[in-house]
């Protein structure tokens, strides 16, 4: 199949890698346009000869040529009206549609205006938008700009909506989701509070750290989930025009779910969690031993599912697959330190420590040196996990200098001790009343020493 030049193309230019891929929601139906780079198995994926992408680099269009579908290189500015398509997919967004020298759509509302132009009435619309507010803004460090830059969002701009109410305002609506990484996480899933578990799990799983951070985003993101900011904090939203009736409740790792296919409850981590916040130490050995009982005992607390507050080792279900279990307690131990809440245990020095003083509460016993360092740290660019772990450190040194400097002082004071004794002894050697009292005593002795003899015979 040979690309398009519609106008506007950008020669020497790719957008690869997209931002992450997400999958699409609900069956696509009718002639479709995909708009700006999506993975290349989402276009596979529909009919050919119904499907039209739309691309502004001509490398990364040239490279969708290959799979059949008919290829448009060029600006969305130069896209005509007609004939209209019926499902537009915009799982990119927004901001990679128009070239470098667009001249007639200034703004994201325009380009929403100039797309919707081009869905027929009634038509579906797939269509992502970041969240200017969300997590991973939140914990976002400035960073060196690209050669890509030359377009950055404007959350000054009046029109773009500021939030999903205002989303919902501009467009027709008719379900909405939570993009956390490759999952999406409608409202109604957000909200019923028997599926936090397998929520939490979905968006701890689905957020990863690849560069330096303020923050671990997955514990800031379930933290939201725990105070109802899930959805309104959401790295992007996807949103669905037209209809909504065969969408699904959830997507995860490109697989629907409806919402009364995951386990329900809670994940054990906030459960023992919560109990050691509550100094509940038998409520939490109960659940350090129910897990370790189970075939969940070598997966992570935080992909564990408990049915209840007091599960039986049958009530837990994983939703990873089982590794060491000492691996999983030192995660959690791991979690406890970065969720500050290790000062509840009697004074742990470390992750390795924690996790043996863990492991002793369901009976087994493990000396530190035994725990296996994790594969990795979670989040080892977050500024607040390495400035806690640094002070972690420097409280440590501190102790470690304090028993030194006792120890000092102790050695110190009975070498002191030790010296006047011997100089006391060396005085008593010398002086005449000394020597007399030694002879007294050497005399005593022999006198002893003879009464016992006549004794014995």
Not at 91 to 98: A, I, N, S, V
Not at 178 to 204: K, M, P, Q
Not at 320 to 344: E, M, N
Request: with cysteine; proline share 7%.
């Amino acid at each position: 199949m040979t690309v398009t030049l519609i106008g506007g193309e950008m020669l020497h230019w790719s957008d690869r890698p997209a931002t992450p891929a997400l999958p699409p929601v609900g069956e696509i139906t009718g002639r479709t346009l995909v708009a700006g780079p999506h993975p290349h198995d989402l276009i596979a994926s529909l009919p050919a000869e119904r499907t039209t992408v739309l691309l502004r680099g001509l490398p990364d269009a040239e490279a969708v040529a290959g799979l059949g579908v008919t290829v448009w290189a060029g600006s969305l500015d130069k896209v005509a009206a007609t004939p209209a398509f019926d499902t537009i997919v915009a799982l990119d967004g927004l901001d990679r549609l128009c070239s470098a020298e667009a001249e007639t759509l200034d703004g994201w509302d325009e380009r929403l205006a100039h797309l919707l132009t081009l869905l027929r009435p009634g038509g579906r619309l797939l269509l992502r938008v970041e969240n200017l507010f969300g997590v991973h803004r939140l914990i976002a460090l400035p960073e060196a700009l690209g050669d890509s830059e030359w377009l950055v969002a404007d959350d000054r701009d009046p029109h773009r909506p500021a939030g999903l109410a205002a989303l919902r305002e501009r467009l027709a609506v008719v379900r909405e989701y939570a993009a956390y990484g490759d999952a999406l996480l409608s409202r109604e899933v957000l909200a019923d509070a028997e599926l936090s578990g397998f929520v939490s799990a979905t968006i701890a799983g689905a957020l990863a750290t690849t560069g330096e951070v303020l923050a671990d985003p997955a514990a800031l993101a379930t933290r939201a989930l725990r105070h109802g900011l899930a959805l309104e904090l959401a790295p992007a939203w996807v949103v669905v025009t037209g209809g909504a009736a065969d969408t699904p409740d959830a997507v995860v790792g490109a697989k629907a779910v409806a919402a009364a296919d995951p386990p329900r409850g809670r994940t054990l981590e906030d459960e023992l969690i919560a109990a050691a916040q509550r100094r509940d130490l038998p409520a939490m050995r109960a659940l350090l031993t129910a897990w370790q009982k189970s075939p969940a005992a070598g997966v992570p607390a935080a992909q564990v599912i408990a049915g209840s507050a007091s599960p039986a080792a049958s009530d837990l279900t994983p939703l990873a697959p089982a590794g060491d279990p000492l691996v999983a307690l030192s995660h959690f131990a791991a979690a406890a330190i970065r969720g500050d809440i290790a000062h509840l245990w009697p004074a742990p020095a470390d992750e390795a420590e924690l996790t043996a003083l863990i492991a002793g509460m369901t009976g087994r016993e493990v000396e530190p040196a035994d725990v296996p360092p994790l594969p990795s740290r979670p989040a080892p660019g977050a500024v607040r996990e390495l400035t806690a772990e640094r002070d972690r450190l420097a409280r440590e040194l501190a102790e470690a200098r304090a028993k030194h400097e006792f120890y000092e002082q102790q050695i110190r004071g009975r070498d002191a001790e030790l010296k006047r004794v011997r100089q006391i002894n060396a005085v008593l050697s010398a002086t005449a009343p000394g020597k007399a009292v030694l002879g007294g005593l050497k005399a005593g002795r022999r006198a002893v020493r003879a009464v016992v003899k006549r004794g014995r015979a």
